[in-house]
């Protein structure tokens, strides 16, 4: 089958490369011809692991194309995926123009019956109104051509976004149409086969499926904070509450990890979108209104937890590790960090900031900072440093030379956000250490 998809982003790129690599032909997308000249070339966009051998094997073999031509993309395909972004308005909701400017792209183009399958992640009630605005223009144009319009969400993470592709724990299909239905089918046989569950169900279903995953993985993570907060109240430990509620296998061990907050782009905008659609339906959403609260609070907490240890924290020297919101992506969109950042800097404090993959994009943010410097390698950033925090939990500093560390720092505060080094013994003896939600362990009596 042929297939194209409009978007060459987390998303796109890996719906193109995964469906060329169970072998249909494809051909992906996208407006930005920078983006489009580095895959031509087999270079990546942005960082994600496995992805550059799928596209220098695909490529090669002449079962990925990519281009920035929407009408040869048009032409060639029986089936369009369209994953673009669809990023917050200012009032919270989804943001839909680069659909819509897909849509106008595709009835402009269009000269035969095509299935249009939104990947995107999209207000319930889109793929009806998009199926509608391009009926209206394609009759507008004065062709005579039939469509169809599908959702098909996209749950895979950054970071796993080559295993989620190919191990997912469900599709979701939203359509009316056996015949549609029985396309989808053939494009998933892949995964039919290999007995992943396939769930067909109305559009407005499928698109309210991907936002109530979202919000309820968020409000896992919501919850989880708000106790990692009372836990530091009363000298409990969060590590152990999760575990132990975790063991319950109704409520299940994953999501349940203390941090300082959940970012991304996808958590603040989809839950934000989700209880701003509920609203205008005139329903409240009140769980997913308090888990966006919990979390801008949660991001607070951690703010004032740093300003309070390193009290007073004017014109200190701290160095911070890790930039992006989470580890193994450079995406540093809704980063915990950069607030944590941008807050320390109008307290006058100088960061030392290393991250392993998030660097370039984080420089482009703070390129008129003077206060902030980006290190070329983890122990550059912890010389002179008077405090350590720890926002993102890469493996790589799991495994740094703690006794070096130690002997670089003014003052050996280490601040960890994501209690990575809560059951290092060695970190305990050397640092002032300060986990989240987990007893604080002082050396020393902090000047
Ligand atoms: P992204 O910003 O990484 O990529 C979007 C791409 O679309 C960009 O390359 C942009 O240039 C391109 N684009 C915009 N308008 C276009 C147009 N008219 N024609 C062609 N290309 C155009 O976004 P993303 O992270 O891939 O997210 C895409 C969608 O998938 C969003 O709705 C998002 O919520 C959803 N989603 C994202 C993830 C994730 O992990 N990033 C996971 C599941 C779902
Ligand atoms: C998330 C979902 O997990 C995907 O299923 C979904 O497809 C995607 O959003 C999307 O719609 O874009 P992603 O944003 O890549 O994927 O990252 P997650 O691994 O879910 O982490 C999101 C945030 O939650 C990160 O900041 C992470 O640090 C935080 N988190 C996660 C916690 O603080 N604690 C946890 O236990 C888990």
């Not at 090669?60 to 060639?76: G, P």
């Not at 890790?322 to 580890?327: A, D, E, I, S, V």
């Not at 350590?388 to 280490?414: P, R």
Request: hydrophobic share 35%.
């Amino acid at each position: 089958m042929n297939i194209g998809v409009i978007g060459s982003g987390y998303v796109g790129l890996i719906t193109a490369v995964g469906l060329a690599e169970i072998g249909h032909k494809v051909i992906n997308q996208d407006i930005d011809s920078e983006k489009i000249n580095k895959l031509i070339n087999c270079e990546l966009p942005f960082y994600e692991e496995n992805l550059e051998k799928l596209i220098q094997k695909n490529t090669y073999i002449n079962r990925l194309i990519f281009t920035t031509d929407i009408k040869y993309l048009v032409d060639y395909s029986d089936v369009i995926f369209i994953a673009v972004g669809t990023p917050p308005a200012s009032d919270g909701s989804a943001d839909l123009k680069y659909i819509y400017q897909c849509a106008d792209d595709i009835a402009k183009n269009i000269n035969n019956y095509k299935i249009i399958v939104i990947k995107s992640t999209v207000p319930p009630g889109t793929c009806k109104k998009i199926e509608d605005y391009l009926k209206e223009k394609i009759a507008q144009n004065n062709k005579k051509i039939e469509i169809d319009v599908v959702s098909n969400p996209e749950f895979l993470r950054e970071g796993n976004a080559i295993y989620d592709f190919f191990y997912p724990d469900r599709i979701i299909i939203g359509t009316s149409s056996y015949k549609v239905q029985n396309v989808m089918r053939q494009i998933y046989e892949y995964f039919e086969n290999s007995k992943v569950e396939i769930l067909f169900t109305d559009r407005e279903s499928s698109e309210l499926i991907k936002y109530s995953s979202n919000a309820f993985l968020a409000t896992k993570i919501s919850f989880i904070n708000e106790l990692s907060i009372l836990c530091e109240n009363i000298g409990a430990n969060i590590k152990d509450v999760s575990k132990g509620i975790g063991l319950d296998k109704r409520i299940g061990n994953k999501f349940l990890e203390a941090g300082p907050g959940y970012g991304g782009s996808c958590f603040p905008k989809d839950t934000s979108a989700l209880y701003n659609f509920a609203v205008k339906k005139g329903v409240n959403l009140s769980i997913v209104e308090s888990t966006i609260k919990a979390n801008n609070n949660q991001i607070n907490y951690a703010i004032e937890k740093i300003i309070k240890i390193l009290s007073p924290i004017e014109g200190r020297i701290v160095n911070l590790l890790g930039l992006t919101f989470k580890p193994n992506t450079d995406d540093i969109r809704e980063s915990p960090s950069i607030y944590i950042i941008k807050s320390l800097l109008k307290s006058d404090v100088y960061i030392k900031a290393y991250c392993p993959k998030g660097m370039p994009k984080a420089k482009k943010i703070f390129e008129n900072e003077p206060n902030i410097v980006f290190c070329e390698n983890i122990y550059e950033s912890f010389v002179d440093s008077e405090g350590c925090i720890i926002v993102t939990d890469w493996e790589d500093f799991k495994n740094i030379d703690i006794n070096l560390a130690y002997q670089l720092m003014k003052s050996c505060n280490l601040i960890d956000l994501r209690n990575i080094f809560y059951s290092n013994d060695k970190v305990k003896s050397l640092f002032n250490y300060y986990g989240l939600g987990v007893p604080a362990n002082k050396n020393e009596v902090y000047i």
